[in-house]
């Protein structure tokens, strides 16, 4: 049956995250999330949520997503040629930033949509089958006692077979200390992933790569500025430990470069910039081509969903910020995602929360 799109309906909400992420450049208290549901004539809907960190963007990215969806009146819900039609409309003005994200979140909304019509989970829309998926606790914390105690915490909840925290204080030997507190904290069997968040010049990328390495940390994640391709490449070569990188790549384009340059031995897009589901299809080619190990960045629900679908599937990184407000978040047990087998993502928004943390934009 053809579906054809009578309408999106756009909504934002302004919550709370507790605890707040924290890293070496702020603190981010709240999750300040846009909403898109496409509603279709034949009375399915699908929806999906995007991410902006600030509140600053909420407004401009709901408008976006309104302004842009209103185009799709009348059009057959086809969201990989939408896709295409849309990146090509928005080619002078620029598919990164802003209008990425709310091209994403059409797209994944489709998607969802497709996948509720057919009474499928997505996974299965993409040719693959649900499946238990490998998670990693990305902790909120910061400093080695913090993040030790919330370490131990999160492999006593969910299992987790490896925990990421950021690093980036001002001396070398209180990162080294802040990992040797979490190794504590989680033992020897769990693999330990750090994250610096783009914040180090290629000398001190190398320096504490060099000592970190010596503590058997299994990535070092964003060391250098995500367009710095020739720096991390070099610093690639200066270690053995793997760099990590891909959740600031803007659509699958900016994946290749990357990988053509050789940047990185492992890769996480992330689905909201990457292009969403269409998009993160195009880069689970690449990185397949690449034979690189490709991970997800938050988004757990639809990363859930988008993982067993991919070739060189790694870890589903667990940092739950729309949880609060669903009525069944993404179950984790024994370490291991359950994908959920509801039709599309199977987001299944708690009206409640959704009405306390309205954010009217």
Not at 54 to 74: E, K, Q
Request: with cysteine.
């Amino acid at each position: 049956m053809t579906l054809t799109i009578q309408e999106v309906a756009v909504r934002a909400v302004d919550a709370p995250l507790d605890p707040p992420l924290r890293n070496s450049l702020n603190v981010i208290p709240r999750a300040p999330l846009v909403i898109a549901e496409v509603r279709t004539r034949e009375g399915v809907a699908g929806n999906a949520y995007v991410f902006p960190y600030t509140p600053a963007a909420l407004g401009p990215t709901a408008a976006l997503v309104r302004n842009i969806g209103a185009s799709l009146a009348g059009r057959a819900l086809a969201p990989a040629t939408l896709w295409a039609e849309l990146h090509n409309a928005y080619r002078i003005l620029g598919t990164e930033g802003l209008v990425q994200i709310a091209l994403s979140c059409l797209d994944m909304a489709m998607w969802d949509a497709l996948g509720r019509a057919a009474g499928q989970p997505l996974c299965r829309l993409l040719g693959s089958e649900p499946r238990p998926l490998p998670v990693y606790a990305s902790l909120r914390g910061w400093g080695a006692a913090m993040l030790a105690e919330e370490a131990g915490q999160a492999v006593a909840a969910l299992g987790a077979r490896a925990v990421k925290f950021k690093l980036g204080q001002a001396r070398l030997e209180d990162d080294l200390d802040t990992v040797r507190a979490v190794r504590g904290a989680v033992g020897d069997g769990v693999e330990i992933l750090v994250d610096y968040n783009q914040g180090l010049t290629r000398p001190e990328a190398e320096r504490r790569g060099l000592a970190l390495q010596t503590l058997d940390i299994r990535w070092l994640e964003e060391p250098l500025p995500v367009d710095d391709d020739a720096g991390l490449a070099a610093l690639r070569q200066a270690l053995r430990v793997p760099v990590q990188g891909g959740e600031n790549w803007w659509g699958p384009k900016g994946m290749a470069r990357a990988l053509e340059a050789g940047a990185v031995d492992l890769c996480m897009p992330d689905a909201m910039k990457i292009g969403g589901v269409t998009g993160w299809q195009q880069a689970a080619a690449i990185a397949a081509a690449k034979r690189v190990p490709m991970s997800s960045h938050i988004f757990v629900e639809a990363s859930a969903q988008l993982l067993p679908a991919t070739p060189t599937a790694h870890w589903l990184e667990h940092l739950d910020v729309a949880g609060p407000l669903l009525r069944t978040p993404l179950e984790v047990k024994d370490g291991m995602a359950l994908v959920p087998e509801r039709g599309g993502i199977g987001l299944d928004w708690d009206a409640g929360a959704l009405a306390r943390w309205r954010a009217d934009v």
